[in-house]
């Protein structure tokens, strides 16, 4: 199987621009920034209830009950600030949707219709996937030959770019959950491949 592409912020801007102001664009805008931001896997990602958040001036604390790593089910909270852009800020991409479905207990990622009508059920976990594709294919985002566009995508590019921005490892691994630093630091290796290969010093 194909690896999946890591969606770098670059290709973040470009989906949650294809995402219009219609309840479904407002319900997908919110799903790819608080994935992308939280690296979440898409489970996490229609695992949220309303409950699960709290808001603040700083930005969103998000509880997630269980995920794949915690198998005790003790669950883990994760910070996420305030973006520096409003059109790509997760927690104000959040709040919108929130006020738009009414969403004040229960699922918060839910099914829109084409009538416009909000669903109670969450979202099924490949939702994510083929919304993904979806706003790929209205943003004309194409990954790298050889790769496939999936959610994994959401937390490879977050571990990338956070790394490439000078996070520490213990930094990234307390935000994605990650167990093991080998599979964590398998992202950052691919990312490097142009900026530290030496060919780059031979003066071509």
């Known amino acids: 199987m ?32 608080v ?25 969103l604390r998000l509880t997630l009950p269980r995920s794949k790593t915690d198998a005790a089910g003790e669950g883990a909270e994760i910070g996420i600030p305030r973006g520096l852009r409003r059109e790509t800020c997760p927690v104000r991409a959040l709040e919108a949707w929130l006020a738009a479905s009414d969403c004040q207990f229960g699922p918060v990622f839910r099914k829109v219709d084409l009538w416009g009508n909000i669903e109670h059920r969450r979202l099924h976990p490949d939702a994510v996937r083929q919304i993904l594709l979806r706003r790929a294919g209205q943003a004309g985002l194409e990954v790298p030959a050889g790769e496939r566009l999936s959610p994994h995508g959401l937390r490879a590019g977050f571990v990338t770019e956070a790394y490439m921005a000078g996070a520490r490892d213990e930094q990234i691994m307390a935000h994605t959950r990650h167990a093991d630093l080998k599979t964590m630091r398998g992202y950052v290796r691919r990312a490097k491949l142009l900026t530290d290969s030496p060919a780059g010093l031979l003066g071509l």
């Open 2 to 33: 194909r690896r999946s592409a890591a969606l770098a912020t670059a290709e973040i801007r470009k989906l949650v621009a294809a995402c219009a102001g219609d309840l479904a664009g407002l319900r997908d805008r919110a799903l790819i920034l």
């Open 35 to 59: 994935g992308f931001a939280g690296a979440l896997r898409r489970g996490e990602l229609v695992g949220i209830d309303r409950e699960h958040l709290v808001i603040r001036d700083a930005g």
